[in-house]
């Protein structure tokens, strides 16, 4: 068999390379993904500002509206991005294996600047998922902060990975630094018993899972 005979596979490059993903355009002032999907690049001091304006406006009931409007967005978010994700590898996400789907993960994460994801799968036995979020843009963590204060961002894994599974999950912060911060992703029950019986009693993610 001669080479020109051959049939060769080529296997996909990395979907969400930033010079391939984000194009620009000067003279329409846009920036789009290799879709032509609409980006818009949100400065750090809006979010924040949201934040401050929501908590003054709404009290407690705050950090509740940050989480369902995080849920909404990470499930919309999930949607539109495995739509793109399976054209372009011609495969589902169900198909890819999990070291390859979280591969790409990761790169998604970064080119949307949300920052670096981590998802630690040791404690999946007790159905718990151990997410870390490094250098985050859609919570600011400080030091002083409680879990409340990340709500927006477990929201958000919450849609995503209850989009991903299929089912309903949950999540919470479990710990945080001005860096990264962790959060627990399991069945609602289960991290509503993580939040009352460790979380509000300043319990933090070894602690908790030392437990199980």
Known sequence: MGFT???????????FNPRAYVKSDSASGLLSTRQGKRLIAIPEFLIQSIHQTLIS???????MAFYT???SWG?????RVKKEIEIYYETSISQMNAAEFFATVQQ????????KITVDF??????LLLV????????????QSDSKAFS???GFLSGWFSANARQELSACATDWNQSKTEYLVGAKLHIEQIETNFISKGRRTSAILAKF
């Open 5 to 15: 005979e051959m049939r060769r596979e080529t296997i996909p490059g990395n979907y």
């Open 57 to 63: 406006e709404a009290g407690e009931a705050a950090s």
């Open 69 to 71: 409007f995080g849920l």
């Open 75 to 79: 499930k919309s978010f999930y949607e």
């Open 108 to 115: 998604l994460w970064g080119v949307h600047g949300l920052g």
């Open 122 to 127: 040791s404690s999946s036995k007790h159905g």
């Open 132 to 143: 870390t979020i490094e250098n985050s843009s859609i919570s600011i963590p400080q030091s």
């Open 152 to 154: 927006v961002e477990a």
